[in-house]
């Protein structure tokens, strides 16, 4: 490959031309095998450190970094480096035309400085934050489509070894592959990160909307028509019911899908803290504002906000977050620049919304803003359909989690779960699950393995019976009694027998038929 140059006059500061190279075979040898390596890595760091670790070797330097574009602020940030500037070139940053990196940048050319002390775009702050002395660089940038993604910088600082023509011709072959791979390692750390959003929307964890009632269908089918639809939405509903679950089954069925699903616990954090996290900040806007951070708000971008306990924010947030739904731009605290954004809304909450509204304690425009699509997601106790699959799923999952072989709940058992009025609803089923899945015995789930809070649970696992159809308050209080009288007569069925006024034979039969053991 022949790199065509700008003739110059000034063998300090060497910028493109179009002379003939005049590089050795031996050199276009290791050329080409440097760049051959570039087709190694696709993973975006590994290639970074590929990029500088391979240049310097190609130009027998005594260090070497890489510099990218930040696509926020514009500046250039130290990536990677090698040599004994690597720790404190980390800290590194340059606006376009700062220094000889943001000048190579900025003009989109190379250059040679084989005395930088004489040169006025050497910035002396780099060499005092890393220790290094600098006394030649050659720079170059990377470019892709017209697009600089950065630069590419080699050091000496030996005063014999100067750079020269052919250096530059390398570096500059060297820098277009280069650019070529960084560019494809950006793509696809960009797809792979897309792909982690997608597999989080639609984790297992998260696809446990299980619809067995009427009453969940008929939200369900409402739910799948608005995620076709940017309108925003407002979940209702106890604490517990699943509302987080359905807002991520929204966000995975709608056109959003591949962008980021990103949820806010509204009453988590302080008034202070939730600002920052939703809207970001400007570096210096507050105290402990070291650097400007990203909002949630942008951090979503193209995708969905799940707003949780949205009627526990406070009247000045919900002014911004009206001008977000309304403008659909903001700024981050401490900032002047309007930010637009392209996100989907949904809020959830416990709080009657209608009622904070007469109180003034929740602005009517946003509840209306907030409403376009409105569904209230009802408690457990009145979608009872729901908990046999639904405690199946826990089951596998937590089974699954510790490493037991699958379990399965029993008739008497699933019988008190679907009476049981599940004050906590979803989230308490699944802690229940979870609860027995750790501590039972055996592979069968039975009533005595599930703690509910119904009277004198605490003292007598019988006192749940009366929750059960008769029947099956029967045979599990069958059950309870063998294995009690097995206990006490320390684990000798004979004994139990006998205690329980039953022939050993019987005993055992009735031991196999219930799984006592």
Known sequence: MRAKFLPTDRMDDVAVSDMPSRTTHDQLDALLSASRLLTSSIELDALLRLIV??????????????????????????????GPVSAGLKEVRLKMGQGIAGWVAERKKGVIVND????????????????????????????EEGSVLGVLEVLNTSKPKRFDQVDLDLLTAYASHAAVA??????????????????????????????????????????????KSPATILLLGESGVGKEILARSIHAWSPRAAKPFVAVNCVALSDHL????????????????TQQKKGLLEVAQGGTVFLDEIGDMKP???????????????????????IRVDIRVIAATNQDLKTAVQEKRFRKDLYFRLNVVGMTIPPLRERRDDVPALAQFFVSRYSKDMKRPSMVIDPAAMA????????????????????????????????????????????????????????????EFKRLRLQEAIAKAGGSKVKAAKALELQPTYLSRLCKQMGVT
């Open 316 to 338: 000045g947030l919900q002014a911004k977050l009206l001008r977000v739904l309304q403008d659909h731009k903001f700024e981050r605290v401490g900032g002047t620049q309007p």
């Open 274 to 289: 939730l600002e920052s996290e939703l809207f970001g900040h400007e570096k210096g806007s507050f105290t402990g504002a």
């Open 53 to 82: 670790t391979t240049v310097t070797e190609l130009l027998s330097a005594n260090a070497s970094s890489l510099l990218l574009v930040d696509s926020v602020t514009h500046e250039l940030t130290v990536k990677v480096a090698t």
């Open 416 to 475: 008190l779960l679907r009476e049981y009025d599940w004050p906590g609803n979803v989230r308490e089923l699944g802690n229940m699950i979870e609860r027995a899945v750790v501590l039972a015995a055996g592979e069968v789930l039975r009533p005595a393995d599930f703690v509910l809070d119904v009277p004198d649970n605490a003292e007598n696992p019988a006192g749940q019976l009366m929750f059960l159809p008769f029947h099956h308050s029967v045979e």
């Open 116 to 143: 930088v002390g004489h040169d006025p775009r050497f910035e002396p702050t780099v060499d005092g934050s890393t220790g290094f002395t600098t006394q030649s660089i050659i720079a170059v940038p990377l470019i």
């Open 182 to 227: 960084l560019r494809n390692a950006q793509l696809f750390s960009v797809i792979r990160e897309e792909k982690r959003l997608l597999e989080v929307s639609l984790d297992e964890r998260y696809r446990t909307l299980i619809v067995e009632s009427l009453a969940m269908r008929n939200v369900v089918e409402i739910a799948e028509k608005a995620a």
